[in-house]
């Protein structure tokens, strides 16, 4: 069975860039202690012939035909853009080059 102490969930915290003072370190680690105790009873389940699972539901993409279309043309597209640049949506820069 897995523990864990004050140490511990501020070692996690740090790695979380988390700050806990001393009276919620003690509290997580309280709550963290029992998370784990109750996911320790886990291994008391005989899982011998239970076959391994990534998702308890089958899961399927529901996706429909590709219909290709025509696009709406350019220049009524972008006679909405308050300002259009050579054919294409103005944007502010992002990042800078310089």
Same mark, same amino acid.
């Given at each position: 069975?897995?523990?864990?102490?004050?140490?511990?969930?501020?070692?996690?915290?740090?790695?979380?860039?988390?700050?806990?003072?001393?009276?919620?370190?003690?509290?997580?680690?309280? =709550?963290? +202690?029992?998370?784990?105790?109750?996911?320790?009873?886990? !291994? *008391?389940?005989?899982?011998?012939?239970? $076959? %391994?699972?990534?998702?308890?539901?089958?899961?399927?993409?529901? =996706?429909? +035909?590709?219909?290709?279309?025509?696009?709406?043309?350019? !220049? *009524?597209?972008?006679?909405?853009?308050? $300002? %259009?640049?050579?054919?294409?949506?103005?944007?502010?820069?992002?990042?800078?080059?310089?």
């Amino acid at each position: 069975m897995a523990t864990i102490d004050t140490d511990g969930v501020s070692h996690v915290a740090n790695l979380a860039r988390l700050e806990f003072n001393d009276t919620e370190t003690q509290e997580f680690t309280e =709550t963290l +202690a029992r998370i784990l105790d109750y996911i320790g009873k886990l !291994d *008391e389940l005989d899982t011998e012939n239970v $076959e %391994p699972t990534s998702h308890i539901h089958p899961l399927q993409n529901i =996706t429909k +035909a590709d219909v290709v279309k025509p696009s709406l043309p350019r !220049d *009524e597209v972008l006679s909405n853009a308050p $300002e %259009p640049e050579e054919g294409f949506f103005g944007v502010p820069r992002v990042i800078d080059t310089d």
